[in-house]
């Protein structure tokens, strides 16, 4: 990332923790504070690039790049945005997709997916320009309904959270039927386990042993 962006991410996030602690949230004094802390300090746990090992002990390396967009639109009541952009394995495409981080209930936060309504930008050579990313809205993409995880923040400083009810997020990926998604997130380093299922309960992809330990290599 860029040093200026990198520089004015941060700035964005510690803007925003700071409105939502002191002056009840981005949007306006009038709103609740309390929920809105945790969704920045997420984000800014999310940020980044990094990279990961097979837990199974193949020969596979993940990589994954996690950048905000529409800085100038970040609202912690009505989501923080950030665009995602996975490698499964050498060679493999990219997998992209956009993330809208919001407040929950109970403290937690929800992190909504979405993807792009231009299949072109869904799977890639190499990540998408931010550029081009910047230009586009959420009419520009899809949510995937069934497929939100909350996170809870633990005492140990951890985001931990997972697809709920199981099944809920239908994905034909390589013969499944729905993927389930496990994730602890940390400052520095994200567990990251995504399994797909056919409706019989049959595991057809991802890890068995664990989810894949992604640790953070920029900001």
Same mark, same amino acid.
Request: glycine content about 10%; proline content about 6%; charged content about 25%.
């Given at each position: 990332?860029?040093? !200026?962006?990198?520089?004015?991410?941060?700035?964005?996030?510690?803007?925003?923790?700071?409105?939502?602690?002191?002056?009840?949230?981005?949007?306006?004094?009038?709103?609740?504070?309390?929920?809105?802390?945790?969704?920045?300090?997420?984000?800014?746990?999310?940020?980044?690039?990094? &990279?990961?090992?097979?837990? =199974?002990?193949?020969?596979?390396?993940?990589?994954?790049?996690? *950048?905000?967009?529409?800085?100038?639109?970040?609202?912690?009541?009505?989501?923080?945005?950030?665009?995602?952009?996975? !490698?499964? *394995?050498?060679?493999?495409?990219?997998?992209?997709?956009?993330?809208? +981080? &919001?407040?929950?209930?109970?403290?937690? +936060? @929800? &992190?909504?997916?979405?993807?792009?309504?231009?299949?072109?930008?869904?799977? +890639?050579?190499?990540?998408?320009?931010?550029?081009? @990313?910047?230009?586009?809205?959420?009419?520009?993409? !899809?949510?995937? *309904?069934?497929? =939100? @995880?909350?996170?809870?923040?633990?005492?140990?400083?951890?985001?931990?959270?997972?697809?709920?009810?199981?099944?809920?997020?239908?994905?034909?990926?390589?013969?499944?039927?729905?993927?389930?998604?496990?994730? @602890?997130?940390?400052?520095?380093?994200? +567990?990251?386990?995504?399994?797909?299922?056919?409706?019989?309960?049959?595991?057809?992809?991802?890890?068995?042993?664990?989810?894949? &330990?992604? *640790?953070?290599?920029?900001?």
């Amino acid at each position: 990332m860029p040093r !200026q962006r990198a520089i004015n991410v941060r700035a964005a996030l510690a803007a925003c923790t700071v409105c939502a602690v002191f002056a009840a949230g981005c949007a306006g004094a009038d709103r609740q504070a309390a929920p809105a802390a945790p969704t920045a300090r997420l984000a800014a746990y999310m940020s980044g690039g990094f &990279v990961a090992d097979d837990p =199974d002990g193949g020969d596979a390396r993940v990589r994954l790049r996690i *950048e905000p967009v529409h800085l100038d639109r970040w609202d912690l009541h009505e989501g923080l945005r950030m665009f995602v952009a996975l !490698q499964p *394995e050498a060679d493999a495409p990219w997998l992209q997709a956009f993330y809208r +981080v &919001v407040p929950g209930a109970d403290g937690r +936060v @929800i &992190v909504e997916s979405w993807r792009f309504r231009d299949d072109a930008l869904n799977a +890639v050579g190499s990540p998408t320009p931010l550029s081009r @990313i910047e230009r586009l809205s959420l009419d520009d993409m !899809q949510r995937l *309904e069934g497929c =939100d @995880i909350p996170f809870e923040l633990g005492a140990d400083g951890r985001f931990t959270g997972e697809h709920s009810p199981r099944g809920a997020c239908r994905n034909s990926y390589r013969g499944a039927d729905y993927v389930w998604a496990s994730k @602890i997130i940390e400052p520095n380093t994200m +567990v990251w386990w995504e399994r797909g299922y056919t409706d019989d309960g049959e595991a057809v992809w991802g890890p068995e042993s664990g989810g894949y &330990v992604l *640790e953070r290599r920029e900001r």
